[in-house]
């Protein structure tokens, strides 16, 4: 019989009240979760024994709400169904290479870590494995939809049978793994004794996960193939947007992979120097940089001074000499969103661009992109506003958003070239992607290491009230809740992408707003500062950092334009 350990710990909090519980059990155990109405994680460690954490954020977790039992290796966990409002959501610790068997109805389900074999059954939850791969079986069955899936590993193909009925089934081995660079890295790092594991996964409409973090899930799983944005980030070389793209569609990736030359050893995004090093030399020991000052709500601080600025090398102050405006034009890349949720409004998008042309210092390069499920380049930089404003009657409207890759493709192609110029990308779009290859993690660590800045201006469609929407904290299954809430989530990865590049975000209710935007954008870009200080550091040891005297401010630093770097 299971030794029972521990019986109740409840603590009132953000989750509301829990109950746990903590039993031995044999080196080997069998354990079977009903969770119909609520998540459920199931964790390996080399821990023996079972550790049940019941949570809820409704209505407290009473004793009696999580029932077990069972006898020799075999237990069982029963979790009684509630209101969605007040659902239980299960984690459960087990020993490693234990037996599962999970049966849940809508919430999502993690098995992580090396057990022996995973049974799981869903009708519209997302069930994601982070397990060894090295000896891997798997059968992978949706009884009532086309799959939906996202491997680390490529899988044979998807095989359809009678009843509507699909399967993914095969093993993977050492010898399988071995075409995978990114597994052979993993296991010379830390070389792993390659144990048994099985899983079967079946579900009536979920989504299924191998060792992918379900934050790296795209809009649309479905294999397709590669637009033109998708080729040309496949070919900038950037690892992990190519990354991101291999696992969406493995083959049609493989396929045009084979078609291109050896990628270079170093992607091309890594190659830019911290912001620590942006300096150049202008004399013996002078050196200058380029600041754009914000405050606490990312506006741009004008009218700075010399004795505003302090400069630290290699953690000492150093004296500076001279601040200045900076004035070098910027390189700004327009791109409008075009798909069929805008599809009404595009003579509005066309007027708001010209708008924003009319708005942007004449000296200012100006390209200009649409995008819907794949990017259209209108037009490429130009400082001839006429040229640009008859360009834009060449737009065409309708068909899915793939905001991400348009994004990722600017970063990779249109502005790589650009490297260490004055850079930066204004977005006109509802937000609501649900086409990308590029998820949004992996568009941040990209947007983040090109030092391009960018302003989203967010127009909302209105599709979904926000009203209407569950939290992010009390959904059932957060990755399938993705899927049905995008529009409402664009404001917040708007945000998101603002905040990371240090630009701007800007939300959108009427005309009048739009303009107002495009002068503050305008505005940010103009407000920058050049700062000469004096230097007694070699190129090879030199840390800076800047601060503005100024409560609440932030410094960004970038290269400065037409200036050789040491």
């Known amino acids: 019989m299971f030794a029972l350990v521990l019986w109740l710990a409840a603590a009132c909090g953000a989750l509301g009240q829990s109950v746990q519980r903590e039993l031995d059990t044999p080196e080997k155990a069998f354990i079977s979760i009903t969770n119909r109405n609520g998540r459920v994680r199931v964790i390996a460690t080399d821990e023996k024994k079972v550790v049940i954490e019941a949570t809820s954020a409704g209505a407290p977790v009473e004793p009696g709400d999580v029932r077990t039992g069972g006898k020799g290796g075999a237990m069982e966990i029963d979790v009684r169904a509630r209101r969605e409002q007040d659902r239980i959501d299960l984690t459960v610790q087990v020993p490693s290479r234990s037996r599962i068997r999970v049966t849940s109805d809508a919430g999502a389900v993690d098995v992580i870590g090396n057990v022996e074999f995973a049974d799981v059954q869903t009708n519209t939850g997302t069930i994601h494995a982070d397990v060894p791969l090295e000896k891997l079986n798997f059968n992978f069955l949706w009884h009532a939809s086309r799959p939906r899936y996202l491997s680390d590993v490529e899988l044979p193909e998807v095989k359809e049978k009678a009843g509507g009925m699909f399967t993914i089934s095969g093993n993977l081995s050492p010898e399988k793994l071995a075409k995978s660079k990114k597994w052979l890295l993993l296991r010379k790092q830390t070389p792993i004794d390659p144990e048994a594991v099985r899983l079967n996964f079946r579900t009536e ?109 290699n953690d000492i102050e150093r004296p500076v000499t001279s601040v200045s405006p900076a004035n070098e034009p910027f390189n700004l890349v327009l791109l409008l969103d075009v798909s069929g949720s805008v599809e009404e409004r595009i003579e509005f998008i066309r007027k708001a661009a010209r708008d924003f042309l009319s708005t942007a210092s004449p000296q200012d390069r100006i390209a200009i992109i649409s995008f819907r499920d794949d990017i259209q380049v209108i037009s490429e930089f130009s400082t001839d506003r006429g040229l640009l404003s008859k360009k834009l009657d060449e737009i065409d409207a309708g068909g899915a958003t793939a905001l991400y890759d348009s994004v990722a493709y600017v970063l990779s192609t249109t502005l790589r070239r650009l490297r260490g110029e004055r850079t930066a990308i204004v977005i006109l779009s509802d937000g609501d992607d649900n086409k990308s290859f590029i998820p949004l993690p992996a568009l941040m660590e990209a947007t983040i290491e090109s030092g391009v800045l960018i302003y989203p201006l967010y127009v909302p469609s209105g599709l979904i009230p926000e009203s209407s929407v569950a939290k992010p904290e009390i959904t059932i299954d957060p990755l399938r809740s993705r899927y049905l809430t995008l529009t409402t989530r664009a404001e917040e990865d708007g945000r998101k992408l603002a905040t990371a590049s240090g630009g701007v975000y800007y939300p959108i209710h009427r005309l009048e707003d739009l303009q107002r935007a495009y002068d503050d954008v305008v505005g940010q870009l103009r407000t920058a500062y050049t700062i000469t200080y004096t230097s007694n550091s070699s190129p090879t040891q030199r840390r800076v950092r800047v601060r503005a005297n100024r409560d609440g401010a932030a410094v960004r630093l970038g290269p400065v334009v037409g200036v050789a770097t040491p």
């Open 205 to 313: 409409r979920g989504v299924i996960l191998l060792n992918v973090d379900p934050a790296m899930v795209p809009s649309d799983l479905r294999e397709r193939p590669l637009t033109e944005a998708a080729r040309a980030i496949v070919r900038s070389g950037d690892a992990p947007l190519v990354d991101a793209i291999r696992k969406v569609s493995p083959r049609m990736f493989g396929d045009y992979a084979k078609t291109l030359p050896p990628p270079e050893k170093e992607p091309t995004l890594l190659k830019r120097p911290p912001p620590g090093q942006l300096v150049s030399a202008v004399a013996p020991q002078l050196m200058r940089l380029h600041a754009s000052v914000t405050d606490r709500n990312g506006r741009a601080i004008s009218g700075l001074k010399t004795t505003d600025f302090t400069v630290y090398e």
